[in-house]
């Protein structure tokens, strides 16, 4: 199944925008914070992560060889959603439409809705309850995107 241009051209724009709304944000919150090592290292992490997804962006709305890999391998990356009091993830760049099973303390089941580009990552933080989700949108994409991969 051949991706149609329009839906690369819009991947590709969503990949641009969001790594640029990304970017903007992590600068914009350097300002407000204390810069400790870790901050910087996690940030320099994400901001790679940006990146990777404006270079996809820039692939995709150009139709250049390997544009189909790297923007299926960057919207891979923006489908889970882990928190917990160990280890925190979440990743997305243009928005997200998050299903969430909340498993400790008390079971819940919810839906987040964000336009924007976001990340989240915590190491070793109490009081964080136990959830996994999926992000929704990634999730439709990367489905197409490997479908059109055969």
Not at 24 to 40: K, Y
Not at 87 to 96: C, D, E, I, K
Request: hydrophobic fraction near 55%.
């Amino acid at each position: 199944m051949p991706v149609p241009i329009w839906l690369s051209t819009t991947l590709g724009v969503v990949g641009v925008g969001g790594a640029a709304w990304g970017l903007l944000a992590l600068g914009v919150s350097f300002r407000n914070t204390d810069l400790s090592a870790s901050i910087v290292v996690i940030s320099a992490l994400f901001c790679v992560l940006f990146l990777f997804g404006g270079y996809a962006g820039v692939l995709a709305i150009r139709r250049s060889r390997g544009w189909l890999h790297f923007t299926t391998l960057f919207w891979l990356i923006q489908v889970p959603v882990l928190s917990s009091p160990i280890l925190s993830y979440a990743f997305a760049s243009g928005g997200f439409v998050t299903a969430w099973l909340q498993i400790y303390p008390p079971i819940h089941v919810g839906t987040n809705f964000f336009l924007g580009s976001t990340f989240t990552f915590n190491l070793f933080t109490s009081g964080v309850p136990f959830a996994i989700g999926v992000n929704m949108v990634a999730l439709a994409v990367s489905f197409l995107l490997v479908r059109a991969h055969r």
